[in-house]
């Protein structure tokens, strides 16, 4: 039976860490006016739980897959749910984005809500993809039944 060494669950420690300080330091310290994301004013939800939200967004110089990303929270509690993924094209030229997700019935109802979208990249640094953010944008949006 092998001996499991004490240093093991430190050194995991360590480079857990390691990779979190990278990730951080991958994000842009300031966004390039070039780069924009957008959310629209208004959103879906259905009575089953089917949210939709859209926007815009431009970027350049991608290495790696870029994606939209959103969440959606309503009222004062520190939930959000995760609406989706679109694979976005860094080409400099504006597109739209329109990511569909389903959270709990009546978790997300229509009327005032916040939306928080992103632009990330799965930029490869190291041999690992670590995340970049093109962009970030939080609105205040309306959410209409349907």
């Known amino acids: 039976?092998?001996?499991?060494?004490?240093?093991?669950?430190?050194?995991?420690?360590?480079?857990?860490?390691?990779?979190?300080?990278?990730?951080?330091?991958?994000a842009p310290a300031t966004a390039d006016p070039n780069e924009t994301l957008t959310v629209d004013p208004t959103g879906r939800v259905t009575a089953d739980g089917n949210v939709t939200l859209s926007g815009t967004y431009r970027c350049t110089g991608a290495k790696g897959p870029v994606f939209v990303g959103s969440s959606v929270s309503q009222g004062d509690g520190p939930v959000?749910?995760?609406i989706g993924g679109t694979l976005a094209v860094c080409d400099g030229a504006d597109h739209t984005w329109r990511n569909t997700g389903t959270?709990?019935?009546?978790?997300?109802?229509?009327?005032?809500?916040?939306?928080?979208?992103?632009?990330m990249e799965l930029r490869p640094q190291g041999?690992?993809?670590?995340?970049?953010?093109?962009?970030?944008?939080?609105?205040?949006?309306?959410?209409t039944a349907g």
């Open 80 to 82: 959000k749910y995760g």
């Open 1 to 26: 039976m092998a001996l499991r060494s004490p240093l093991r669950p430190a050194l995991a420690a360590a480079a857990a860490a390691a990779a979190l300080l990278c990730a951080v330091a991958a």
């Open 103 to 119: 959270v709990p019935a009546s978790a997300i109802e229509a009327g005032p809500a916040h939306v928080e979208a992103t632009l």
């Open 127 to 143: 041999g690992l993809p670590l995340p970049y953010f093109h962009a970030v944008q939080e609105q205040d949006v309306t959410l």
